[in-house]
């Protein structure tokens, strides 16, 4: 197993220096036109665009610069063209927003995934499953945007209604706990919504799959009760597959994929970060921002592969 | 006279499917006492393995329907609730499947799942449960079980994975063993070697075993008597001396014929039946083997009775065809030939 | 012909007595093709939502006919001054502010707000009311639609055949060109979605595209369709590519070899239509990815470009007076969840029809 880790933190490494090139690539080379003159505004006269290049070190051939930008980016000096404030503390500002997202909606999705996949499963065909697909169904059609801003509308006073949640905003844990609580709820109901439907049924397929395995017969055929079977034996195989999504799809949010709900409630979290910058198209946050978000997948798709050769015994990680 | 352990009674079992209802068993009977080995014997679809299932209640479903009776000990499996049902499968019933691989749960220990099986009908703790299992897998000739009770599924070979799949059916006594085609997943030697396993095992534990497969070549080994299915129903059945030394059925003449035989040197073609099997949905008129049977005559439009028409009393079969005169054809059927026994 | 003697008889003899009666049919062959399409004829549901679908796109593309014929409004008509007759009096499209003075204190009713739905009061016109700057939200709505569906369609389309050709060649070939593609699917895989259409959808529009002989304007549909197409391509290659992996090696491709076929035929002959129900089920559920995408990436800015109306940058443009008027977003809401939920249902049913017992599935 340690030679495996080797290798793939190896090749982490490789698919980080990856990203940030082609980061790089698309905000520089691929608009054409010299940075230097959208930075400077409209009314830049030659000398301050060439003082502007000198200090951004833009004058300097392409690869130089974005290697700069990267040990800037590690030593934490990487500093935003656009405001001058340094990226690497924005974004660390914004990590507790982004986590305390990511592990509440983490863990709601997953719970009422798995609870919802499974109860479709086992009534397969009669009424609650029909419910249960046609809600998830509907869940996964709707755009996060719009979920966001129809609870808000509907639940946080928009329309002179009781204001039964608070709109949007973000009141860290160490202030307030119950707060930061209650001004989660919305925006954590809203992001997992869409992936309880998409886990869901998921685990629906996977379930009614296992339950015509072999194995799954033997154990009936051992008397076994319903309930163990479904346990120990169904649910056991069918969530190995939801084991690599959930990795996947928590990496993704907690490297701020969440940008769309951050930006529908004001949560100031790393996504949020990431949207105001390209708003700005101001590259050093962004490259900063990508690199972060990349990192975490590329972490953890290593941590499922090994989730996985625990869960199953077949599987060897060589 | 051995306790009548089963009695099925004109079991009947159809499925609903999309393509319409679904025939799979069409009034099979049959008893099984204590300490007998009952072979059923017949190809793909013809019943056999649904038959199986049905006895430990393996088939139930939304789609399916069930007549007739399966007797164990007095009590009718087919009307038990799901509930009750658990405590005859594993404990009274056991059973092993075809493929040991996918039978067993590849996640979890050998040893683990043989525990389960014993907790779920004993109360027995862990570690009792744990000797016992290792005594089973010594009882079914794994080597070294102290040690090969923490492996896993994919850790044994072929034969081993069936030895400790045979362990775990009998690990609460059961008083019948159903073996659904429990070597046809294996090598030929292999085969031989559960087979004799079976044979011992039954008398070890004294218990009663069912023995389904489409090989007469093991069935001659083990069973008493034999069952033949096609089409769902019991087209032969008698002792295993009956069918094999005075087979009434051309279709077991077909059975029989297509076994490869070292002891007839013939440079001919192996005796094949020809035609496939009817569509258990849309069942054929009268004797259901009459599309393929090369004898089939006038009489074969109207379906047999399964009868005794010959000289042993145990030995039934459904055939038309005159006894003395399929004495006579039989053997240049089963002896290679070509089916031409004109 | 059948006698009542046990002597005369031939192997002729049960052939003729079963074509005689006909009876004891033997099981037919049919095509997997016919089976699925059977099966899906059968699910009823399905093919209502595929109906409710088509319905959509057919309404959207008609959208011209509806501004001569209904609306009278184009998809860019501004008309913050204009007012319109409603049931006989004429009201301002965008309110004016006013001050009444209520139990002797002022009032103030703020300004600029557009006219609610008005159903069929105002003869067509604003049906669902008006936006921010005056336009016809119905029309909006259809034209808007079409940027949306045309780009979902689209870079379905496009994705899922570059990422056909991709998982081909990676899983045919092996090897270096296996590594090469797989390195490809893990860097685009390993970009948040969002974050690399946003920043690609950004990039693109600043100055358009404008190398390799084409030249797109910033503000170009294709643009979108481009990022969103290059997106999802691991999505779709990576499963595709597993199951030209198992197909590779199933023996009729060994046997195909041996009768000396190349690479290019084996891939068009023998893989490709192992893979097609996958590929279909996939284009389908891509569609609704993508529109999503679209949706998302227009609300942020990073995908179709004002005064293009799409679906996504009308949320945008209505999230901030939601409580004033919601129809600017709460319709193309509705416009998006169903035509997503009718491309979803009616997916499911085609992978039902083409396979019951399907592995196929996007991992996210």
Aim: hydrophobic letters at 45%; glycine letters at 10%.
């Amino acid at each position: 197993m340690i030679p495996f880790i080797i290798r793939r933190l190896f090749g982490m490494l490789l698919v980080l220096l990856a990203v940030s090139f082609i980061v790089y690539l698309i905000f520089i080379v691929i608009p054409g036109g010299d940075p230097a003159i959208r930075i400077a505004g409209r009314t830049a006269t030659a000398a301050n665009i060439v003082a502007i290049k000198q200090k951004l070190g833009l004058d300097q051939n392409f690869i130089v610069q974005w290697w700069d930008m990267l040990k800037q980016l590690f030593t934490g000096q990487l500093i935003s063209y656009y405001d001058g404030t340094n990226v690497v503390q924005q974004i660390k500002a914004g990590l507790p927003v982004t986590f305390s997202l990511a592990v509440g909606a983490g863990i709601i999705w997953l719970g009422f995934g798995i609870l919802v996949g499974t109860i479709a499963a086992v009534t397969a065909g009669r009424t609650t499953d029909r419910l249960i697909t046609a809600a998830a169904l509907i869940g996964i059609s709707m755009p996060v945007a719009w979920l966001g801003l129809l609870f808000r509308y509907f639940l946080s006073g928009e329309k002179g209604w009781p204001a039964l949640f608070p709109d949007g905003g973000y009141v860290p844990l160490t202030q307030n706990p119950a707060q930061w609580f209650y001004h989660l709820l919305l925006p954590w109901f809203t992001l997992a919504i869409l992936f309880i439907g998409f886990y869901g049924r998921v685990l629906r397929s996977n379930v009614l799959d296992t339950i015509n395995e072999d194995f799954v017969r033997t154990a009936k055929a051992k008397g076994l009760t319903p309930t163990r079977i479904l346990v120990k034996h169904t649910l056991r195989a069918s969530l190995i597959p939801i084991v690599t999504l959930f990795g996947l799809d928590f990496a993704a949010v907690l490297g701020g994929g969440a940008i769309i709900t951050e930006t529908v409630y004001s949560l100031h979290g790393v996504g949020w970060y990431a949207a105001q910058s390209i708003q700005t198209q101001d590259l050093p946050p962004l490259m900063g921002v990508t690199l972060y978000g990349a990192m975490f997948i590329v972490v953890f798709s290593l941590l499922v592969d090994i989730a996985y050769a625990f869960l199953d015994p077949r599987i060897r990680l060589t | 006279m051995a306790e009548r352990l089963l009695e099925v009674n004109d079991l009947k079992v159809s499925f609903a499917t999309e393509d319409g209802i679904v025939q799979a068993v069409s009034g099979i009977s049959f008893g099984l006492e204590r300490g007998k080995v009952l072979g059923i014997v017949g190809e793909s679809g013809s019943g056999k393995s649904v038959t199986a299932m049905t006895l430990m209640g393996l088939t139930r479903g939304v789609n399916a329907r069930f007549e007739g009776e399966v007797l164990y000990k007095g009590t009718d499996l087919l009307k038990v609730s799901d509930a009750e049902l658990q405590n005859y499968r594993g404990n009274e019933l056991g059973m092993i499947f075809q493929d040991p691989m996918t039978s067993l749960n590849p996640v979890y220990r050998i040893g683990d799942q043989i525990v389960e099986g014993i907790q779920a009908h004993e109360k027995v703790d862990k570690r009792t449960a744990r000797s016992r299992a290792i005594e089973l897998l010594r009882q079914v000739g794994i080597p070294n079980p102290d040690a090969r009770v923490e492996n896993y599924p994919h850790e044994f070979s072929g034969g081993m994975r069936q030895r400790a799949m045979i362990a775990m059916a009998l690990s609460c006594n059961p008083s019948i063993l159903i073996a659904d085609e429990p070597t046809t997943a294996l090598d030929v030697t292999i085969q031989a070697q559960i087979v004799d396993l079976v044979s011992r095992l039954k008398d070890d534990f004294d218990s009663a075993v069912i023995f389904i497969t489409h090989d007469l070549g093991v069935i001659a080994e083990i069973a008493d008597e034999i069952i033949v299915m096609y089409a769902g129903r019991v087209v032969e059945r008698g002792s295993k001396r009956d069918v094999f030394y005075d087979p009434q059925m051309p279709y077991t003449w077909g059975l029989l014929g297509s076994i490869p035989r070292l002891d007839r040197p013939k440079a001919e073609r192996l005796h094949t039946i020809e035609g496939m099997p009817p569509s258990l949905i849309n069942l054929p008129e009268g004797c259901k083997f009459r599309p393929r049977c090369p004898h089939a005559f006038e009489k074969c439009q109207q379906e047999p009775a399964l009868e005794n028409r010959v000289e042993a009393p145990g030995h039934l079969d459904r055939c038309w065809l005159d006894v003395e005169f399929k004495r006579g054809r039989r053997d240049e059927t089963i002896s290679g030939g070509s089916a031409e026994a004109a | 012909m059948a006698t009542t003697g046990q002597d005369e008889f031939t192997l002729d003899t049960a052939a003729e007595l079963a074509e005689e009666e006909g009876a004891g049919k033997e099981i037919q062959g049919r095509s997997p093709w016919a089976l699925a399409g059977r099966r899906l004829r059968r699910n009823h549901v399905a093919l209502a939502f595929l109906g409710v679908f088509i319905l959509v796109v057919v309404a959207c593309l008609l959208a011209p006919v509806y501004v001569s014929h209904v609306s009278h409004i184009g998809p860019n008509d501004t008309q913050s001054g204009a007012s319109v007759v409603i049931n006989g009096k004429k009201t301002l499209v965008i309110s004016n502010g006013s001050t009444k003075i209520v139990n002797g204190t002022p009032v103030v009713t703020p300004g600029g707000v557009p006219i609610g739905p008005q159903w069929g009061a105002a003869g067509g016109k604003y049906i669902l009311g008006a936006d921010e700057l005056g336009r016809d939200v119905t029309t909006r709505l259809l034209y808007g639609g079409r940027n949306s569906l045309f780009i979902g369609v689209t870079s379905a389309a496009i994705c899922t055949v570059l990422s056909v050709i991709l998982a081909l060649l990676a899983g045919y070939f092996g090897g270096t060109t296996d590594w090469i593609i797989s390195r490809i699917f893990d860097l685009i895989w390993a970009f948040p979605v969002i974050l690399l259409g946003i920043a690609l959808g950004t990039a693109l529009q600043v100055n358009g595209f404008h190398h390799f002989g084409i030249n797109l304007s910033g503000s170009s549909l294709w643009i979108t369709v481009a990022v969103i197409s290059f997106v999802f391509i691991p999505y779709i290659g990576r499963p595709l590519r597993g199951q030209v992996l198992a197909l590779r090696n199933r023996e009729f491709v060994e046997a195909a070899t041996a009768q000396g076929a190349g690479p290019i035929r084996i891939m068009f002959t023998e893989v490709l239509p192992n893979l097609a129900s996958s590929v279909l089920v996939l284009f389908t559920l891509i569609i609704a990815s993508a529109i999503l995408t679209e949706v998302g990436l227009s609300y942020l800015g990073a995908g179709v470009q004002p005064p293009n109306p799409s679906w996504g940058t009308m949320i945008e443009e209505g999230q901030n007076k939601l409580a004033t008027a919601p129809q600017i977003s709460l319709y193309a809401g509705i416009a998006i969840a169903i035509t997503v939920l009718s491309i979803n249902v009616f997916g499911d049913g085609l992978r039902d029809a083409l396979d019951p017992r399907a592995k196929i599935r996007i991992e996210h």
